[in-house]
């Protein structure tokens, strides 16, 4: 239904883009190059979590083992999305990313954010594990994959396409779609926006990748398809629909994930967003491109759902 499209926002970035950016190279990345432990930056994301939409109802749940968060906003749902919230595996939480399961919500979908656990104090295979629980578990419970859709942001991105690689491993049908905002797909980090945007980025710091990817590797061949799902054979995968910003650090992991899964014959639709920080979908309250993304997010899981 959506053809591979690879083609950058042709309107002119909103003024609030450009108001942004600064702000958050002021509270956002500058800080973060001072944190020196995970504990830190958790306290961090958590005391500045954005707010949900109107609308958005949050509860307390737990799906195959895993704690979590439901999301509903009322009326009958075109389908279910598992949503992995992102944070370098190391930090974040279904609170800190209501912004955009509430969004989500809000645009008719009943949701469910895995609260997966966290590195360092649980290193990979730890996060895959839970994701795959929490999706054997929808499918057990009778949510139909023709109905399901999975997504996440940045690290949570990279855990829905590892998710799927283990699935597919396990004979385990595919869902609808995947929604993947700023995905994170490299973790041996040989993308050259890493260094090419540097600079432009105003949240992430490209210097600092390894850090991050140190706490969940523990050890491992970081070009593991489970750690680093660009890597992976992505033949039978479900509809991609990949959203990454122009001077994101981490903009190659999108282009390249996007180039790879369509020579493997998967069905992708990548936007490159002009004037973007990573993973604007959490600034729904205020970025008119971040309801805008959301929106196309929404449009694309319904046009893939089937029955």
Not at 181 to 193: E, I, Q, R
Not at 266 to 295: C, D, G, S
């Amino acid at each position: 239904m959506f053809p591979f499209t690879t083609y950058k926002v042709a309107s002119m970035p909103s003024w609030q883009s450009y108001v942004l950016d600064p702000m958050l190279r002021a509270v956002v990345k500058r800080p973060l190059g001072k944190v020196g432990s995970p504990q830190e930056a958790r306290r961090a994301f958590e005391h500045s979590a954005p707010p949900s939409p109107a609308g958005a109802k949050h509860q307390p749940g737990s799906v195959g083992g895993v704690t979590g968060d439901w999301v509903s906003a009322g009326g009958v749902p075109a389908g279910t999305v598992l949503y992995l919230h992102g944070g370098g595996y190391f930090a974040c939480s279904p609170m800190t990313h209501r912004a955009i399961t509430g969004g989500l919500a809000i645009r008719g979908f009943r949701v469910f954010a895995a609260g997966y656990r966290l590195a360092p104090e649980h290193p990979f295979p730890a996060a895959v594990d839970d994701a795959l629980s929490v999706y054997k578990a929808l499918l057990a419970d009778g949510v139909s994959p023709e109905q399901l859709v999975v997504a996440g942001d940045s690290a949570g991105g990279g855990l829905v396409l590892a998710l799927l690689l283990a699935a597919k491993a396990g004979g385990l049908p595919m869902p609808s779609s995947a929604l993947l905002f700023s995905p994170w797909t490299d973790l041996a980090a040989t993308g050259a926006t890493l260094k090419t945007n540097l600079k432009r980025d105003p949240m992430l710091r490209g210097e600092r990748i390894f850090e991050a990817t140190e706490f969940y590797v523990n050890g491992n061949d970081p070009k593991n398809p489970l750690i680093s799902p660009l890597y992976g054979d992505l033949t039978g995968l479900p509809p991609l629909c990949i959203q990454v910003g122009e001077t994101e650090v981490l903009r190659d992991d999108s282009t390249r994930l996007a180039e790879r899964a369509r020579a493997a014959g998967v069905e992708v639709n990548l936007k490159i967003w002009k004037n973007v920080p990573h993973v604007w979908q959490l600034f729904q309250w205020f970025l008119p491109e971040a309801r805008a993304a959301l929106t196309e997010a929404a449009v694309f899981a319904k046009a893939n759902i089937r029955g």
